[in-house]
């Protein structure tokens, strides 16, 4: 009989990913409004909305959105539970799908998510977009390296 891949041998994992959709969460309301220069001229904290996806593709299509991002969500769990992955592959999709899950969370609550980090010379993003971005990086140097991309 084939046994069911479990949550994680102690669900630490899904512990973390929670935390990272709890900090998300906590910076985002600690900053609604606010604005001020960490750098000058260089790196600000600035409160920005966001009905789009990346760099604002899909404005307007919050809908749209909310469906996409639930669906990617659904696939990254899928491949948790189904697949055979090393653990920091694991760790890297369970982190996407949680940072994700926080962006979500915004667009479902809120209409649009909610942004603050502000390079002069980027888009403002926020904490999960930093996680889901670092974590893809390790993922795919991941993958190469296990020679499964």
């Excluded at 669906?71 to 948790?80: E, K, R, V």
């Excluded at 888009?123 to 990086?137: E, G, K, M, R, S």
Aim: aromatic share 12%; charged share 15%.
């Amino acid at each position: 009989m084939k046994r069911k891949k479990s949550l994680g041998k102690s669900g630490g994992e899904w512990l973390i990913g929670l935390l990272v959709i709890i900090i998300d969460q906590i910076i985002k309301y600690l900053l609604k409004g606010v604005n001020f220069p960490v750098i000058n001229g260089f790196l600000s904290i600035n409160y920005a909305t966001n009905s789009g996806a990346g760099f604002s593709i899909l404005s307007g299509y919050n809908m749209l959105l909310v469906f996409l991002t639930s669906a990617i969500i659904a696939l990254l769990i899928y491949i948790i539970l189904k697949k055979s992955l090393s653990s920091v592959q694991r760790l890297m999709l369970i982190f996407i799908a949680s940072a994700a899950t926080s962006n979500l969370i915004d667009r479902v609550t809120k209409g649009f998510v909610v942004d603050y980090i502000d390079f002069s010379f980027f888009p403002v993003f926020n904490f999960a977009d930093f996680v889901i971005t670092v974590c893809t990086i390790i993922l795919v140097i991941s993958l190469v390296r296990d020679k499964k991309l």
